[in-house]
């Protein structure tokens, strides 16, 4: 049964069937594009609940050969970590399509367009996370940039194009340094026993340490521009506060992804070794940008500029988390990168809203929202709260676990971080102060709060982050066994903890 | 002294013979048909002459002959693959070149001069362009294939002077395609004349002219000297051919002054022929040389990329900027060439078929874009080009992603196995500025689809034509080959693989 391929060319077939749907009935078209997406979600959600979580390795793996004489082939599978991602992706499109219904209206291309890019980025992204073969992953990776270059340039606010163009140079330029490294290792597999791409093959080479130091940087810079980490991040506000919410949500939620995403399944497995030279530098930049996103976060005055630092400043736990090489850190770097994408989601869409209301992105002019569209306003505390990873939603389990996985191998590191917490509390709860609790700014006394279909879209999210926060425990048996197998991959085994005072 | 005919294997030759044959019925046609009879003539006699050459490649196919002129024509994988190519992009030039309006009605008129208003209104065309091309087709084809210094230096003249003078045909800015051709024309006797100079102290080196005995003589040492002036001299004529910096200033004149189809056909065929030609040389008969010559083409290969990606953003001309996107390719090629290895070669094999059906596609398409006074190709221009028509905005967006090599195109394919080849050769340095130089590229080829799709037309003098079927053929074919080879290259890269063997 091909359910990857299945699930991944379901948006496809859709994106042509809205293709061919009478470009006028805007409604229509979107409809439809809501009805595929959910069909997929029901397809990635059943998927999950078929998944072994007893075993570690790829399931529903598929294998055609593509290009022979190159090696190539098409072969996807997925464990708990890629799983939990494309779980992810499949869930948000349709939240994103109800809650940003009208907000493909004013674009410079058609509904229509926006629709059929939405659905194509849906396949790409199912691709990246299912893929096994590095060509492949390589090509939905590249082939990601133009639905995505189209959706910011095409639907966004005023600085669009060349926010857009920005973000594209960005990935154009990682991408291309990770392609010299895939070159690199593709003819390396070549003088051992076969060209391929396959990462289980290429996971047993043994390459001499000064190749696998430049061939991991090759990867390990493009997937730093897409996480993005300190110093490769600039691109990552401006994208953010051009685009629309929608795409905003999918930008930071799900495309960052495939970044830290990418640090696990090729850094790490394929070059443990260099990973292990580069940890501490890593581990560095990863507390840097944690502190860094933070601190530009509390002096943001644009709602779309905030979210955009605190994410910097969570993508910094996450590769924290991974990098520690310990299971506890990337069990919770993986579990992160779920919630990260829930949370940015709510505070994304909910934010989203207030600025269409208000007709402003800037926070001070949403003083007293708390009483005049409480729905709102509590969406978006929630959505705050768990973004400063507040005990009981979902965002504390996984800084929880990456903080103590952190911990075991690289204290110092793991308490600068703590720092983050409290710098989060402030960037979250300034704003919030501000924008919902404050006395009320003139012009917003008579804003709607939620509608029907916002309440619809929010409320899956909202209890999605309240329920991983109570018991994410489905969430970690998924992730667990995979996490486990990278670590003991990379060769890492668990530090001891040490019980009791005598050493 | 006995006097010996020379044994000609007509067989293998048939493909030159066929089109040197046509170019010759096609001056006469030229010199003695009416004028009313002689377009829709010459254009049957040139189709029908690379259909039934492309048959005859086709029929060859398997054929390795060393002997098919005396020891100075070879016919071996490689030769048939480019000869195939060739023909290909031939035909489709052909198809472009049909529609007349690019091409001055009387060339040997004096620029606004009353003749040529005369030659206009009665549409007494002359056609002249037909033959030159078909020489310049043939030339193309003996350049890989020659075997000897002498051949090689023969073709090289063949396929360049028709070029020269299709250079200056243009109907419009007649001056100032004229002052290409001169510049080309100056430029390349010059480089001539020190492929000439090369071949010459080659000779002196090897006392032979033929790959082979140049490549024994190098086993066996010699003249150092002589060695290393002759082939810095010939690689200087042949760096010349391909565009590679510092000798590509006349690329970008050239291209833009031509008439549009005219430089469509030099860009992806001369290429073609030209490196084909190097490759011979370089992996046959100076291969024993590598490490004579190694260090200067890698400095050469990643200034040309450089210098194509770097210069290549200044350009506001549609034209220049695919002039110096072109020098930016040669770079990417000649890694091929330093590459040394079968894996290289194979790969410059597709790269050349790739680029050169994209390249095709992409002129073709220029010819479209028009004002009242003929071809618009100032890039301020195109903006907003996708909201008067979309589609010639997606596929010229899809040609330039395959310049820039994104998946699923061509492009990517081709610069995916040149830089692999490259690698493999230990070559690691080129890779990684071929790498960066791509992302360099990038930044100029997304503007232009920037300027297309996402800003506002700002003048509404600038026209799509509707293309004629020729165009219209020649265009889906360039955009269908270069996405069918990106998605599914399997069939060429098989073919390529079976055919990449020098016969020496």
């Known amino acids: 049964m091909n359910l990857l391929t299945s699930m991944g060319a379901l948006p496809l077939l859709g994106s042509l069937l809205i293709a061919f749907l009478p470009a006028a009935n805007s409604k229509l078209i979107k409809q439809v594009a809501l009805a595929i997406s959910l069909l997929v979600a029901g397809v990635g959600i059943s998927a999950a609940l078929a998944f072994d979580t007893a075993k570690s390795g790829f399931q529903y793996v598929e294998r055609y050969s593509w290009i022979p004489s190159l090696g190539i082939n098409y072969q996807l599978g997925v464990d708990g970590i890629s799983l939990i991602l494309i779980l992810l992706s499949v869930i948000l499109v349709p939240i994103v399509i109800v809650a940003g219904w009208n907000e493909s209206e004013n674009g410079r291309f058609s509904v229509k367009t926006f629709y059929i890019l939405m659905l194509i980025l849906e396949t790409m992204m199912i691709g990246v996370f299912a893929a096994t073969d590095v060509f492949l992953f390589y090509i939905f990776f590249e082939a990601m940039l133009v639905p995505v270059y189209f959706l910011i340039g095409g639907y966004g606010t005023e600085a669009r194009q060349a926010a857009a163009v920005k973000f594209l140079l960005y990935s154009l330029f990682g991408g291309l340094l990770m392609l010299a490294s895939i070159i690199g290792i593709f003819v390396i597999s070549g003088n051992q026993g076969g060209r391929s791409f396959d990462i289980g093959v290429l996971s047993t080479l043994t390459i001499d340490s000064t190749t696998q130091n430049f061939l991991f940087l090759g990867f390990f810079i493009a997937f730093a521009i897409k996480a993005p980490l300190w110093p490769m991040h600039t691109w990552l506000p401006d994208a953010a506060k051009s685009a629309t919410p929608g795409t905003s949500v999918l930008l930071l939620g799900v495309l960052d992804k495939v970044g830290t995403f990418g640090m696990i399944r090729y850094c790490v497995e394929l070059f443990p070794e260099a990973s292990k030279t580069f940890t501490p530098i890593i581990i560095t930049l990863s507390v840097i940008s944690i502190l860094y996103g933070a601190f530009l976060a509390i002096g943001q005055k644009d709602i779309k500029g905030l979210i955009a630092f605190t994410s910097i400043s969570h993508f910094g736990f996450i590769t924290m988390g991974i990098f520690a090489m310990t299971s506890q850190g990337n069990s919770g770097a993986t579990l992160y990168m779920l919630n990260h994408g829930f949370s940015t989601a709510a505070l994304f869409l909910t934010a989203g809203w207030m600025m269409s209301r208000r007709g402003s992105s800037t926070i001070a002019e949403f003083g007293g929202l708390q009483r005049v569209t409480p729905l709102l306003a509590w969406s978006f505390f929630i959505a705050g709260m768990s973004s400063l990873a507040l005990p009981g939603l979902s965002s504390f389990v996984s800084e929880f676990l990456v903080l103590v996985g952190t911990y075991t191998r690289y204290p110092v590191a793991a308490i600068i971080a703590t720092f983050g917490i409290v710098l989060a509390a402030l960037y979250i709860l300034i704003p919030v102060q501000k924008a919902l609790h404050g006395p009320t700014t003139p012009g917003n006394e008579n804003l709607p709060d939620l509608n029907k279909r916002e309440i619809v879209a929010i409320a899956p999210v909202i209890a999605v982050i309240i329920a991983l926060g109570f018991y994410p425990k489905p969430a970690l048996d998924i992730i667990n066994p995979a996490a486990q197998a990278t670590i003991e991959k990379a060769g890492f085994t668990d530090p001891a903890p040490l019980v009791g005072g005598d050493k | 002294m006995e006097f010996n005919a020379p044994a000609l294997e007509y067989g293998a030759l048939a493909p030159m013979l066929v089109i040197f044959t046509a170019a010759i019925i096609a001056v006469i046609v030229e010199a003695f048909v009416s004028a009313k009879l002689r377009a829709p003539l010459q254009l049957a006699i040139s189709l029908g002459a690379v259909v039934l050459s492309f048959a005859q490649v086709l029929r060859l196919r398997g054929t390795q002959s060393a002997t098919a002129a005396v020891n100075s024509v070879i016919v071996d994988g490689p030769v048939l693959f480019m000869q195939g190519t060739t023909l290909l992009l031939a035909f489709f030039a052909f198809l472009l070149i049909a529609d007349f309006d690019a091409f001055a009605a009387q060339a040997s008129a004096i620029p606004g001069s009353t003749e040529e208003r005369a030659a206009l209104q009665t549409g007494k065309v002359q056609t002249e362009v037909y033959p030159l091309t078909l020489f310049a087709v043939g030339g193309m084809m003996l350049f890989p294939a020659a075997n000897d210094l002498i051949t090689l230096f023969v073709a090289l003249e063949v396929l360049s002077l028709p070029l020269y003078l299709m250079a200056g045909l243009s109907r419009r800015r007649r001056l100032l395609s004229q002052e290409a051709a001169l510049k080309y024309f100056l430029l390349g006797a010059y480089s001539s004349a020190f492929f000439l100079f090369g071949a010459a102290f080659l000779y002196g080196f090897a006392g032979d002219v033929s790959l082979n005995g140049i490549r024994t003589a190098i086993s066996s040492g010699g003249n150092d000297a002589f060695l290393l002036v002759g082939m810095i001299s010939l690689s200087v004529g042949l760096l010349f051919k391909v565009g590679a910096a510092p000798f590509h200033a006349w690329t970008p004149d050239v291209y833009q002054g031509a008439p549009t189809p005219v430089t469509a056909f030099m860009a992806a065929a001369t290429k073609v022929a030209a490196f084909g030609a190097a490759l011979r040389i370089f992996y046959v008969a100076l291969g024993g040389a590598v490490w004579s010559w190694k260090p200067v083409i890698t400095a050469i290969a990643i200034l040309t990329m ?29 890694t091929g060439i330093l590459a040394l290895n079968q894996e290289g070669l194979k790969a410059s094999l597709f790269y050349l078929a790739s680029y050169g059906f994209t390249t095709l596609g992409a002129f073709a398409l220029i010819t479209l874009v028009r004002d009242s006074s003929g071809e618009v190709t100032d890039l301020n221009r195109w903006v907003g080009l996708a909201k008067r028509s979309p589609a010639v905005a997606l596929i010229f967006a899809t040609f330039l992603l395959s310049f820039a090599g994104i998946p699923l195109t061509a492009g990517f394919i081709g610069k995916f196995t040149i830089f692999t080849a490259a690698y493999d050769s230990g070559n690691i340095a080129v890779v990684v500025a071929g790498v960066l130089s791509s992302a360099i590229a990038a930044f100029f080829y997304i503007r232009v689809i920037v300027m297309m799709f996402f800003s506002d037309p700002e003048e509404d003098t600038v026209t799509v034509t509707i293309p004629s079927l020729n165009t219209n053929l020649t265009i889906w074919v360039a955009a269908i080959v270069t996405i069918a080879l990106g998605v599914f290259p399997t069939p060429i890269l098989d073919a390529v693989a079976s055919l990449a063997t020098f016969v020496r």
Not at chain 2, 316 to 329: Q, T, W
């Open chain 2, 306 to 334: 450089l210098v194509g990606s770097i210069i290549a953003i200044a350009q506001r001309d549609v034209k220049r900027m695919l002039a110096y996107s072109s020098i930016a390719h040669a770079g990417f090629l000649l």
